[in-house]
């Protein structure tokens, strides 16, 4: 039965981030409606890895990172679960000298946006953790990151945002978006229209063609993170791991299963559908085993993919439209979205209600790809 909607703000798109959107809003009392062509965390959002970590990103997504930490260490008070968050600590390897150097500089720099990590060399590393294996060049360690469960979490914030009184529609594939005398005009499948005065687009993979109904182009890459998960096995791999360079991640959960993660998948975004490669599998499995050596028999119980957006640049755009006023977009955050969401929803709020945010977006924007043709690596 279709239905004609009005509501302040409209968020298109049901992974963490738009939950988080929705989230922040209703606590602010402000009546908004989030669509989602499935159901919520069904992508991304859901099937991640699960990392909570400030180690290694983009330094322009530090003061986000550090408003999301404090955020992820009161979920409990925030959606009424902690979402089995572990601050573990992320323990961040290099294979030789350069991918040291690089962690050293990255500490370095990092430092003065109060993130602190600790630099091993490769006889403080085996001391520390006797399991890993020989041949590492060192590491660096940040003892206040850690890891969550991602089948919690937008479950978390989903129903969270409901109970303040967000309206949630899943199932309702978004087939038109246009400018309407109030704002905007969203038509969902089946003939369901909203009249929104602000659209907010999360949707992940779709962002781009979500922008590009309203005008606007901006890239997009999709990707598809390959995962899969042990058996459970002895608990022994308290933190987070994962390398200085291109490789693999892994943790494990008290329970004892290892969750591992390294290259990608396949996807088709026509089809909303993806799958894990066993060529990549493989792969993976190897490194881990090399990083590793007790995992070598380990056995696999389960692998997937989940299907993800990716900027040319590996950063999320986060921000106001540079073309279209009261469109607001969070999308592409190529793989490492899951720990920044909760910042990214409640800043979002904060521009579309106060105009201004005290968290900086700088160099997040959607404006950095109107100057210049984005390529991908």
Request: charged share 20%; proline share 6%; aromatic share 6%.
């Amino acid at each position: 039965m279709s239905e004609r909607l009005a509501t302040e703000v409209c968020i298109v798109g049901g992974g963490l981030v738009g939950c988080a959107t929705a989230l922040a809003l209703a606590r602010r009392r402000t009546p908004c409606v989030l669509v989602e062509r499935e159901r919520c965390g069904t992508h991304a959002s859901g099937v991640n890895y699960g990392g909570v970590r400030r180690q290694g990103r983009a330094l322009e997504e530090l003061p986000l990172a550090a408003r999301a930490r404090r955020m992820w260490g009161r979920l409990a008070v925030l959606v009424g679960h902690d979402s089995e968050f572990r601050p573990t600590g992320h323990l961040r390897l290099a294979r030789d000298a350069a991918e040291l150097a690089a962690l050293e500089q990255w500490a370095a720099e990092a430092a003065r946006l109060d993130v602190r990590c600790e630099i091993l060399g490769p006889h403080a590393l085996a001391a520390r953790w006797p399991w890993l294996g020989s041949g590492l060049a060192g590491g660096s360690f940040c003892a206040d990151d850690g890891q969550a469960n991602p089948r919690l979490t937008t479950l978390l914030f989903a129903r969270a945002a409901r109970e303040q009184g967000a309206r949630i529609l899943e199932q309702k594939p978004v087939t038109a978006v246009e400018r309407s005398r109030r704002g905007f005009r969203v038509v969902i499948q089946g003939g369901s229209e909203i009249q929104t005065r602000v659209l907010v687009n999360t949707a992940g993979a779709w962002g781009p063609a979500i922008a590009a109904l309203l005008g606007e182009e901006l890239p997009g890459e999709v990707i598809a993170p390959n995962m899969l998960v042990s058996e459970p096995l002895p608990y022994r791999i308290e933190p987070n791991l994962g390398m200085a360079g291109p490789g693999i991640y892994l943790r494990q959960v008290p329970t004892g299963s290892v969750i591992f993660g390294g290259g990608r998948g396949a996807a088709d975004l026509a089809k909303a559908r993806c799958r894990p490669l066993f060529s990549t599998t493989l792969a993976t499995l190897a490194e881990a085993r090399r990083i590793v050596p007790g995992l070598a028999s380990a056995t696999i119980i389960r692998s997937w993919a989940g299907i993800e957006g990716r900027m040319p640049d590996d950063r999320p755009v986060i921000g106001p439209s540079a073309r279209v006023p009261g469109l607001f977009h969070a999308f592409g955050f190529s793989g490492h979205g899951f720990m920044l969401a909760p910042a990214v929803g409640a800043v979002l709020a904060e521009l579309i209600l106060d105009g201004h945010s005290s968290t900086s977006l700088a160099g997040l924007g959607p404006a950095r790809f109107a100057q210049r043709p984005a390529a991908f690596a």
